[in-house]
């Protein structure tokens, strides 16, 4: 049973900083590519980070360039995000991805139930 549980999420001021956390189980979590995803009311869901299976190439989000880093850690099958600086633009419902590329069809791709994220004065 695949499972991609998110926490971390809640309240932040502005320029504030919050670390989400996604632990996985049901697959095996080293020959993923691990991203996250964030939805705001209204609009539609977009990349926010994302990271090779080995851990060794990142990107981001031209937004969060600079502010967001995205790690895992293999041994404990769980991938991070670690926000700083965090702005009225950045609340969200953040969710959790994982992926693995097929050279034939589809990849296999599973999601959590998302955190919420929350940045107010």
């Known amino acids: 049973q695949v499972q991609l549980v998110e926490s971390g999420g809640g309240l932040v001021q502005p320029g504030g900083s919050l670390r989400l956390s996604c632990a996985a189980s049901?697959?095996?979590?080293?020959?993923?590519?691990m991203s996250w995803y964030r939805q705001a009311p209204g609009k539609e869901r977009e990349l926010v980070a994302a990271?090779?299976?080995?851990?060794?190439?990142?990107n981001y989000a031209d937004s969060v360039k600079g502010r967001f880093t995205i790690s895992r850690d293999n041994a404990k099958n769980t991938v991070y995000l670690q926000m700083g600086s965090l702005k009225p633009a950045d609340p969200a419902v953040y969710y959790c991805?994982?992926?693995?590329?097929?050279?034939?069809?589809?990849?296999?791709?599973?999601w959590g139930q998302g955190t919420q994220v929350t940045v107010s004065s």
């Open positions: 049901g697959f095996t979590f080293s020959d993923y590519a």
């Open positions: 991805n994982a992926q693995r590329r097929r050279f034939v069809g589809p990849p296999y791709n599973y």
């Open positions: 990271i090779t299976s080995a851990g060794g190439s990142t």
